[in-house]
């Protein structure tokens, strides 16, 4: 069965990544073409990057990596859960995406953002960031603008809108994640 990550992207106090990744999950959990699993970054206890030698050549010599590295293999595609911060991605998840490569490429990745804008920005930034560790991102994406889907901008109360985006999102994934089974087997 094919297996998706659900990654909440924020390791701050207050976060709402985790609350946002666990209604993702609560939806994707009503499927059944594919395995979701969330997976918290608070919860992964990864330092700053601190590995010597760049992740390309998968030389992981400390316990942390090695651990997320056999976490992030195991899962076929991701869904982000991003907030925007600075008009960009979150460090802590950029740092967790900078400790790994090979685990990253040929998979799909799609996009749950947050922030004042809906967190475009941060996809857009994302969606660099994934070309460059060869992810293939779908088109679909859900965006949360806190004038919309929070109430008094704390609150998480998601809109119909994105709770039927969700659908679309989940669809381009898995079949993505699917398709590019053939090339991760080479």
């Known amino acids: 069965m094919t297996r ?12 709402q ?16 073409d594919a395995d979701f699993e969330l997976v918290d970054l608070a919860d ?27 976490r992030i293999a195991s899962f ?4 982000f859960v991003t907030p925007e911060y600075n008009h960009s991605v979150p460090a802590a998840l950029k740092n967790a995406v900078d400790f790994l490569y090979a685990e990253w490429n040929n998979k799909a990745i ?12 941060a996809v857009e930034a994302w969606r660099l960031i994934a070309a460059e560790v060869q992810m293939a991102d779908v088109r ?3 965006f949360l603008p806190f004038s919309t889907d929070f ?15 969700l659908g679309p999102l989940f669809d381009q994934v898995v079949s993505w994640s699917e398709a590019l089974r053939a090339v ?3």
């Open 151 to 165: 109430a008094e901008n704390q609150s998480f109360e998601p809109s119909d809108g994105a709770t039927e985006a």
């Open 17 to 32: 990544a985790r609350t946002v990744a666990d209604w993702v999950l609560e939806h994707a959990a009503q499927r059944n």
């Open 140 to 142: 679909a994406q859900v």
């Open 110 to 121: 799609g996009f749950v953002s947050y922030g004042s804008a809906g967190g475009t920005r």
């Open 76 to 79: 076929d595609g991701f869904v």
């Open 44 to 70: 992964q206890g990864l330092p700053l990057l601190d590995e010597p030698m760049p992740p390309s050549l998968g030389e992981y010599t400390k316990e942390h990596t090695r651990a997320w590295a056999e």
């Open 4 to 15: 998706i990550a659900i990654i909440a992207g924020s390791t701050r106090p207050n976060r």
């Open 184 to 186: 991760r087997e080479r």
